[in-house]
């Protein structure tokens, strides 16, 4: 080993280090290794900013971007009535959520998926009474699991296909990756959602109050002069209004008396608990008045809901206090609570993990504030309705799919020739849009390109596949790719599923040319080990999202994730060794 090599050696382990430790911003330290390796002469200058105007990059970009406008068309907003009609079991239910959170993957990134699914599996779990906890993880995983079947499934697929592309001219054809994808998938959602009814029983107690299908919120609101809630009492307000009451406020102060007694008059402030859809639909009878925001009819307003992540800097804070929103003009205007305790007024609610605040203010001054106070923004309200229900953006990304599919269109041109329909249609504003990219994750992925290009270049793949020969008889036709996929499948809870593809890669080139095997079967396991990521809530972002949603321990992880790898570790030999070897 020279000099060279080692130094890629120390900068690679100091940066999976510092990626795990999850102290660092990603993008920081990803952009700190790309100018390391240029120090280090580890590639020239000229290669330093090649990942960002690499072809995965882009189509990884046009996705999250097409991905925005899907979200909004809220097409499975319907299923919990669909259920409720059906009269599935419970276990049913949640193959079925988790079954279509899947098949969306296959086509979106994992977070789009999870993001765009999540809405709508809350509202069937209120609406069929299914503890929260039996849901989340299940689509969680789902959408890891679809994101084996197809080329764009998930970053790490584009990536060992550039690599592929790199080494022998031709990368991986859109559904070459479900041969081994689609069956560990299948498998794999069956079992998880057998797993969650028997490991999160209903005892767990997490099942939510019968209220219309939404999520339950708390807000306080204005009773205008021609509201029906005028006269009434505060007793009648849950059989007539679907609201229960918690407070009442005239004049400033607080109206104090028994719900029998206490009448709301016009004016009034009524600080109350329901489902999101009754607000919205009083709302707009003119029951009940939302505050105005100032902002409110500029082109970049816009409508949030973000959830408050365990590392969040706003648990335990009240709502009176968030001056890291108030600063930027931003408001709060509900907030749906884990804890059942409401005092005082609206502003005096305290904020725990998993609560998720909807927020009114301009997309920048959102997103900034967010960002630093470490919340997760769930979903973008759009200004206008176009989007809602209708079908042609699905059919226009169908498109974008079926001429990347056929190989009629690189996936990266396919992809812009998609978003340019969608801008075109007005479904897309792209200036919008770019802002509400999770641009940090990009940032990493591009810088990591060179990085891991050098442990080809280098040498360094070459001398880590002659080392692991010395401990595992690689040219045995299973031995090799087992031992991939094991590597792979212990750094990706760690680290994030793009970095484990690209410094894998090289390596598994190299193991296909020691052992005289396709380099295909290689690249397949890389890509496939660093998905299976199910026994961490910190190994991906959407195990995060579902720990702080769904109230799950570490330790629930590893009970329903467990199976669920060893199921898709031996599945995924069994298969790429029938398939590709």
């Known amino acids: 080993m020279n000099v060279e090599q080692a130094s890629l050696l120390v900068l690679l382990a100091t940066m999976l280090v510092l990626f795990s430790l999850d102290r660092f911003r990603i993008e920081v330290v990803a952009i700190g290794g790309l100018l390391a390796g240029f120090l280090l002469k580890l590639y020239p200058a000229e290669a330093v900013f090649t990942g960002f105007a690499s072809p995965v990059v882009i189509t990884v970009v046009e996705i999250l971007l097409i991905v925005q406008v899907l979200a909004q068309a809220k097409f499975f907003d319907g299923l919990a009535q669909r259920f409720q009609s059906a009269g599935w079991p419970n276990a049913a239910v949640i193959a079925a959520l988790a079954g279509i959170t899947g098949f969306i993957s296959i086509f979106m990134n994992n977070i789009g998926a999870f993001a765009i699914m999540l809405p709508a599996t809350l509202r069937a779990g209120t609406v069929l009474q299914i503890p929260r906890r039996q849901l989340v993880i299940p689509i969680s995983f789902a959408a890891l699991l679809g994101g084996l079947v197809s080329l764009i499934g998930t970053p790490a697929n584009l990536l060992v296909s550039d690599a592929l592309s790199k080494a022998t001219g031709t990368g991986f054809r859109f559904f070459d990756f479900a041969y081994a994808g689609l069956p560990v998938a299948i498998a794999g959602i069956l079992l998880v959602s057998a797993l969650a009814v028997r490991l999160f029983p209903e005892t767990d107690g997490d099942i939510s109050a019968p209220p219309p299908a939404g999520r339950r919120i708390v807000a306080e609101r204005e009773i205008p002069v021609t509201s029906p809630l005028a006269g009434t009492r505060l007793s009648d307000c849950p059989e007539r209004f679907g609201l229960q009451p918690h407070a009442l406020i005239r004049g400033g102060t607080f109206v104090f008396g028994s719900?029998?007694?206490?009448?709301?008059?016009?004016?009034?402030?009524?600080?109350?608990?329901?489902?999101?859809?009754?607000?919205?639909?009083?709302?707009?009878?003119?029951?009940?008045?939302?505050?105005?925001?100032?902002?409110?009819?500029?082109?970049?307003?816009?409508?949030?809901?973000?959830?408050?992540?365990?590392?969040?800097?706003?648990?335990?804070?009240?709502?009176?206090?968030?001056?890291?929103?108030?600063?930027?003009?931003?408001?709060?205007?509900?907030?749906?609570?884990?804890?059942?305790?409401?005092?005082?007024?609206?502003?005096?609610?305290?904020?725990?993990?998993?609560?998720?605040?909807?927020?009114?203010?301009?997309?920048?001054?959102?997103?900034?504030?967010?960002?630093?106070?470490e919340c997760l923004p769930l979903a973008t309200q759009p200004a206008t309705s176009s989007v809602k229900g209708s079908w042609r953006p699905f059919a226009i990304f169908a498109a974008g799919v079926a001429l990347s599919a056929?190989?009629?269109?690189?996936?990266?041109?396919?992809?812009?020739a998609a978003v340019f329909a969608l801008a075109v249609t007005r479904f897309l504003n792209i200036r919008q849009a770019m802002a509400d990219i999770n641009w940090p994750i990009v940032i990493m992925l591009a810088a990591m390109i060179p990085i891991g290009s050098a442990v080809a270049t280098t040498g360094t793949a070459e001398v880590l596949a002659h080392w692991l020969s010395l401990a595992v008889p690689i040219s045995m036709p299973i031995a090799g790719i087992a031992l991939l996929l094991f590597i792979a499948m212990a750094l990706t809870p760690f680290v994030n599923n793009a970095t484990v593809a690209i410094v894998l890669s090289p390596i598994a080139l190299e193991f296909a040319a020691a052992a005289h095997h396709p380099p295909a079967a290689y690249l397949i396991v890389v890509a496939a080990g660093a998905s299976l990521d199910f026994l961490t809530p910190f190994g991906h972002h959407n195990n995060t999202l579902a720990m702080s949603i769904g109230s799950y321990r570490v330790s629930d992880f590893l009970r329903a994730g467990g199976p669920l790898a060893l199921l898709g570790y031996i599945m995924t030999v069994l298969i790429v060794a029938a398939v590709w070897l």
């Open 259 to 373: 719900l029998t007694q206490s009448v709301i008059t016009a004016g009034d402030i009524l600080l109350a608990e329901g489902a999101d859809a009754v607000f919205s639909d009083l709302e707009a009878e003119g029951a009940l008045a939302a505050p105005i925001h100032p902002n409110g009819l500029q082109t970049d307003f816009a409508r949030v809901e973000a959830v408050v992540m365990p590392e969040s800097t706003l648990i335990g804070s009240r709502i009176r206090s968030l001056d890291v929103f108030r600063n930027r003009g931003v408001s709060v205007t509900s907030l749906s609570m884990r804890s059942p305790r409401i005092e005082g007024r609206f502003e005096d609610l305290q904020l725990s993990i998993g609560d998720i605040l909807v927020l009114e203010g301009t997309r920048d001054a959102i997103a900034e504030a967010l960002e630093e106070c």
């Open 406 to 416: 056929f190989g009629l269109l690189r996936p990266e041109i396919a992809f812009a």
